[in-house]
């Protein structure tokens, strides 16, 4: 009883000194009534241990010195520590009457707005639009502008491989170790807005040991070298008049197992593909988009330089000789989906036809990055080659799995 007698004392006290303090005459009898911590509800933040009042003066007058008058400053100072000490006090007797402690306060209600709409018979509290103002000065220098734009890949990788028994470049089930090399290099668009020209190189080798062959202790499972380009300018829109190239062979002599029988070396076969057409260009961002590329007019050549060790009938060339050439039509169709930072897919499709035969290749690739510098690697590769014999298991389609496990590096060069 007597400590609540004391509080009541207390605060009626000081709410009396606050009121007293904060009145002031205006315009005659209207005085101007300052708010004052008082009348909150208490809270308790932290305990205060009181100092000595001239170590507190001292120290106020340290940290605030005016070259003018500052008796209201220290006025104000005064009657803010008065406040601070009678909440103190009150909490420290009556801490029943504490409502709430500074770590546990409720979260303050978002801001918001709420629209007139007198249909709806209610208030709705729709959350306010923030507008970011661009503070970028108007004279900012603008970094380098590349004209060309590359993105290199290197990866090392162990590897699971299912081939089919046709397949044209040979090979066999096994474990093995891959390595592969990609770089794209393409004109600034933002540069060149009316010109389109992509280049992309890539470089497959794969190396397996072999159980089933007493002859060699490993063999070449995988070697695939493609150099693709595409020139061309804007017709509208998306769509470019342009000329399109591809190139493919490999550099490393393979063959059957327990046999001397050479089924592919370099330039063994190779393939070149020259044609005119229309391209469609899509790119959002980086993560994705989207190229095909028609050809109605298109010339392919199929070499195989060596004869005398490997059965040019394999690619579709005549027995007995060097190369092949047909004109015709084909198109290629490129296409790259980025899910997440660490998750992509890429697909390639291209087909050529002479009217006679049809030759294509589906390339698909679902890389998983695991960090920055592991990833993971499912590549299917399904083809089919009606200018060949064929097969009596696959008839002319041909089917090669790899799946992959290791390090890869790459590099961006950015606007």
């Given at each position: ?204 080798l794969g190396i397996a040991t072999t159980h089933g062959d007493s002859i060699r202790k490993y063999l070449i499972n995988e070697d695939n070298f493609l150099f693709t380009s595409q020139l061309g300018y804007k017709a509208v829109k998306n769509w470019y008049y342009s000329a399109m190239l591809q190139f493919t062979t490999q550099f490393m002599n393979n063959y ?160």
């Amino acid at each position: 009883m007597k400590k609540f007698f004391t509080l009541r004392v207390c605060l009626a006290f000081a709410a009396m000194t606050a009121m007293s303090l904060s009145l002031a005459a205006h315009d005659g009898d209207k005085p101007d009534v300052e708010p004052s911590m008082l009348y909150a509800p208490l809270v308790y933040d932290n305990y205060a241990a009181q100092a000595p009042a001239t170590a507190v003066k001292d120290k106020a007058a340290d940290l605030y010195s005016l070259d003018a008058g500052d008796e209201w400053l220290q006025d104000a100072m005064e009657n803010s520590d008065r406040a601070h000490q009678v909440r103190q006090r009150a909490m420290i007797d009556n801490p029943q009457l504490v409502a709430y402690n500074a770590n546990r306060l409720p979260e303050a209600p978002p801001e918001g707005v709420i629209p007139s709409d007198p249909r709806q018979g209610m208030l709705t509290i729709v959350p306010a639009q923030v507008v970011v103002e661009d503070v970028t000065p108007p004279d900012a220098p603008v970094g380098p502008l590349h004209n060309w734009l590359h993105v290199f890949n290197a990866s090392l990788q162990f590897t699971q491989a299912y081939i089919s028994g046709n397949w044209y470049q040979g090979g066999e089930n096994n474990l093995a170790l891959l390595g592969s090399i990609n770089w794209n290099c393409n004109l600034n668009q933002d540069l060149h807005p009316n010109w389109l020209f992509n280049n992309s190189l890539s470089y497959k080798l794969g190396i397996a040991t072999t159980h089933g062959d007493s002859i060699r202790k490993y063999l070449i499972n995988e070697d695939n070298f493609l150099f693709t380009s595409q020139l061309g300018y804007k017709a509208v829109k998306n769509w470019y008049y342009s000329a399109m190239l591809q190139f493919t062979t490999q550099f490393m002599n393979n063959y059957k197992v327990n046999t001397r029988t050479m089924t592919a070396a370099f330039l063994s076969p190779a393939e070149l593909n020259v044609g005119l057409g229309m391209t469609y260009n899509y790119k959002k961002a980086d993560d994705r988009m989207f190229t095909l590329a028609i050809a109605p007019i298109s010339y392919n050549l199929k070499y195989c330089r060596n004869i005398d060790d490997i059965d040019p009938t394999r690619f579709g060339i005549s027995a007995d000789h060097h190369s092949k050439s047909t004109v015709g039509s084909n198109f290629e169709a490129k296409w790259l989906w980025r899910f997440t930072p660490n998750v992509m897919i890429t697909s390639r499709l291209y087909m050529f036809t002479n009217y006679e035969y049809v030759q294509g290749d589906w390339e698909n690739t679902l890389d998983l990055s695991i960090g920055k510098y592991l990833t993971t690697q499912l590549y299917t590769h399904l083809r089919f080659d009606r200018s060949r014999a064929r097969d009596d298991d696959w008839n002319y389609w041909q089917f090669k799995e790899i799946l992959s496990l290791g390090v890869v590096y790459r590099f961006a060069t950015v606007n």
